[in-house]
């Protein structure tokens, strides 16, 4: 045993630990359904009268877009599950067996689910954690709590939603009729979906940033054995740890980090409308259930509103209508907090009231075994009054002799994530919306940046936040739960007092117990304009600071990303030379401008760089560089190669400055050796893999979808090279013997400028295509759009979709 380790467990004696409060319901027992075999009855919360049809129309314009219209909310939710059905069928499927947790059954408990966002697990962990979630029937109890749970029009939607999915697979004539290759003849497809299944998807996707994070860690967690090796050896104070070793602890606890988007809004003080724009560009995933399809909803005179859903919504997550459009981008906010329980044997802990015992939920999951038959395989998961026990010495949070950590996730704990999204498509300004939003309090992790066609703008982090304010964490803060925070900005809390002085808040404004409510979350109005790029949410505008607020929703007077200055930049241009106008604005999302390289040219500092590695080809081509991503551009793969090597500090000669924070850092420092060597380690790698140095950035950038021809791409990496339109490569599946495949990043980009005499102008682009199956012709058409800058008009109105009409569908079905 080390000292340091020594130390810990003395100071751990003496020093009290920090809690959480959740109430746990009675455990349940019972199995779920099997994918091909009869499920359980399960039946809508909402009880439909009898011989009530669903009914819709569909009306599908250029690129395979969706206008559904119907009489009432159900029926447009069965018009929108059919359109998502027959867009993207095989990751809706995927998505409902996930939701089952009956991936192992299908396709091996060893392989892996990677939901290319937070979870990255075994197929067999995932079906543990989801077949104990059935268990305790978490998403029942939520469905049947008129606080909690979803109100009467969100559960009218799922409940058309999924007819509309069985529907879409009725038409087709079963797995036999599926055209995609990715699941045809599946037998998961036999299996009919239900409500419960959808709910369960939705659930899961509110826990991407919080549980998801650990869901290996939970379905492994097991008490120390006298066998198990020794614990890693732990800090005790946040300088004892590298610069390294910090990145890796803010990257673990917060994956979402890299699941980044940029939102701008103008106002009509900045416009020549004089009415609001707004610049919308998440940076999604191409493939998976965390992607995008657009559509458009409308009820006749009571609902008309377009953009985008995730996989498995029913209702528009990004999107505008008649007088509002909004944007979302990840919030920097923690969703949950770890506590730390100090142990009294083997499953007890300590609590003010006495030593409780842990309670051990015994899970079977059927799996197919190598041989094709099916087995089951029994998993183990542990839980407190607050949450699931993790084990994770990576991140300083292990189940060891002393102690072990369990997570409280504030959203675990509501399922308003569609109420939400289905309020704020009724909006009439950006008020109303924000309005709307906080009173039904299921934003599960993003922030809101909106414009209306008064002109006015908003910027808002109202998403579900544990109320843990700085002075509670203060006072309850463990040694190690310190050291967490200091270095990641997640407090790790004392579980021994989870039921006092420990306990989550709560405001009297919020919508339920346990969370901030809007007074203490941060949000301004503007007629100006205002933006997000995922840093948090100090600096919506040069002019204004947003600070006092507790200090899990984010950090205060820090440091901006390069993408985020790169994305003020744009607006501040172009304000210098006259208003926003809607070209201009939705044209700054093709500049393909790189931040970091305008900053790294000054006084001819980059060039000087490379002059001191000797490679004076690579310098020659970096010299022509016209500094952006654009498909034709030569010279950004040396560069994005020489910011992936930087050293991690120590490269500016003017570093960060609190009342300058959109200008500093600046000035590389050329006579730092590390910048050299960066620069010339990133010139031989492109030589050892044979790319030529003066290669165009679009024979080098293809699209790496599933089916994608490699098509060249403008864009590029985003928050250290300061590109705005950010693209990824992240595990392709088509052109893997590219240079960079690309499968992440900018997806459902909408640009929205509010007219007069009531008009809209929409120009939108879904960058992988409306249709996931390669056999589709609408299944690679826009990221062709997107790749020679064009963009889809969308049609808003009756009119304009007549003009595009390419077929329509009349759907019913029994409720």
Excluded at 53 to 82: C, E, M, N, Q, W
Aim: hydrophobic share 40%.
């Amino acid at each position: 045993m080390t000292r340091r380790v020594t130390v810990l467990i003395a100071a751990l004696c003496l020093v009290p630990l920090v809690p959480l409060a959740v109430v746990a319901g009675p455990s349940a027992s019972g199995e779920p359904g099997a994918v091909g075999e009869a499920g359980p009855a399960v039946t809508s919360p909402a009880k439909p009268g009898r011989g009530k049809k669903y009914r819709a129309v569909v009306r599908v314009t250029r690129h395979g877009i969706p206008h559904v219209k119907a009489k009432d909310f159900g029926s447009l939710g069965f018009g929108s599950g059919y359109a998502a059905a027959a867009a993207s069928l095989c990751t809706l499927a995927d998505t409902l067996v996930t939701a089952r947790g009956q991936r192992s059954r299908w396709f091996g408990p060893a392989a892996r689910y990677d939901d290319q966002v937070s979870m990255d697990v075994t197929n067999l962990q995932v079906d543990a954690f989801v077949t104990d979630l059935r268990n305790r029937r978490v998403v029942e109890r939520l469905l049947a709590d008129p606080v909690r749970g979803p109100g009467r029009q969100a559960r009218a939607m799922v409940g058309g939603y999924v007819a509309g999915i069985n529907k879409y697979l009725r038409k087709v004539g079963g797995p036999a009729g599926v055209t995609d290759p990715a699941c045809k003849n599946a037998g998961y497809l036999r299996t009919r979906a239900t409500t419960l299944d959808l709910w369960y998807g939705v659930y899961l996707a509110n826990l991407l940033a919080s549980s998801g994070v650990f869901v290996g860690q939970m379905v492994d967690a097991a008490p120390p054995t006298l066998s198990d090796p020794g614990l890693p050896e732990l800090p005790l104070k946040a300088a004892d740890l590298s610069e390294a070793e910090r990145e890796a602890l803010r990257a673990s606890l917060k994956p979402t980090a890299q699941f980044g988007s940029n939102a701008t809004a103008v106002g009509g003080a900045a416009t020549s409308t004089r009415r609001g724009m707004l610049l919308g560009n998440p940076h999604f995933p191409w493939r998976g259930r965390y992607h995008f399809t657009q559509q458009h909803l409308t009820i006749p005179g009571k609902y008309d509103v377009a953009g985008a859903s995730l996989i498995g919504s029913p209702a528009i997550n990004i999107g505008w209508n008649r007088s509002v459009a909004w944007s979302h981008t990840v919030s920097t906010a923690y969703r949950f907090t770890p506590y730390e329980y100090r142990r009294a044997g083997r499953l007890g802990y300590r609590t003010e009231k006495g030593v409780k015992q842990l309670e051990r939920r015994v899970v079977k999951v059927t799996v197919r075994k190598a041989d094709g038959s099916l087995g089951t395989v029994t998993e183990d998961l542990y839980r407190t009054a607050q949450g699931y026990v993790i084990d994770d010495p990576a991140q300083f949070m292990p189940w060891g002799p002393l102690s072990f950590w369990a997570i409280r996730d504030a959203n675990a704990e509501h399922l308003r994530t569609i109420d939400t999204f289905l309020e704020m498509g009724k909006a009439t300004s950006v008020r109303d919306l924000l309005r709307r939003q906080d009173r039904e309090g299921g934003m599960p992790w993003v922030n809101t940046t909106a414009a209306d066609r008064a002109g006015d703008v908003l910027y808002a982090d109202h998403s579900v936040v544990p109320h843990v304010t700085d002075a509670m964490a203060n006072r309850c803060m463990t040694v190690i739960g310190r050291i967490i925070d200091s270095v990641a900005g997640l407090p790790g809390l004392d579980g021994t007092r989870a039921g006092s002085a420990c306990a989550w808040g709560t405001d009297p404004d919020a919508q339920r117990p346990g969370v901030f409510g809007p007074r203490n979350l941060p949000a301004t109005f503007r007629r100006d304009w205002v933006m997000n790029a995922n840093d948090s949410y100090w600096l919506p505008n040069p002019a204004q600071r947003l600070e006092g607020y507790a200090h899990i929703i984010g950090c205060e007077r820090c440091a901006r990303t390069m993408r985020t200055r790169m994305v003020a930049r744009y607006v501040q241009d172009r304000l210098a030379r006259g208003k926003e106008t809607p070209a201009s604005f939705r044209g700054h999302q093709h500049e393909n401008r790189l931040r970091a390289a305008e900053v790294m040219r000054a006084d001819g500092a980059l060039d000087a760089v490379c002059a001191k590695t000797g490679q004076t080809d690579a310098c020659a081509v970096l010299r022509r560089w016209d500094g952006r991503s654009n498909p034709g551009s030569r010279g950004t793969h040396i560069f994005e190669e020489f910011v992936e090597r930087l050293p991690e500090k120590g490269i500016w000669k003017v570093p960060f400055d609190v009342a300058d924070p959109l200008n500093t850092p600046r000035g590389l420092l050329t006579t730092n050796q590390g910048v050299v060597k960066a620069m010339s380690d990133a010139i031989a790698s492109l030589r050892a893999r044979r790319i030529p140095l003066n290669a165009t950035w679009g024979s080098l950038q293809v699209a790496g979808d599933r089916g994608a021809p490699a098509i060249g791409l403008g864009g590029g990496e985003g928050d250290a090279v300061g590109n705005a339109n950010t693209l990824s490569s992240r595990k392709p599946v088509q052109n893997r013997d590219r240079y960079k495949a690309v499968t992440y990043g900018s997806s459902h980009i909408q640009s929205i400028a509010f007219l007069d005499r009531g008009r809209v102008r929409a120009d939108t682009i879904l960058t992988y295509g409306q249709y996931e199956d390669p056999t589709s012709r609408w299944s690679s058409d826009q990221t062709r759009l997107f790749a020679a800058k064009r963009w889809v008009r969308f049609a808003f109105t009756d009119k304009q979709i007549r003009k595009q009409l390419v077929r329509r569908l009349v759907l019913s079905a029994p409720r």
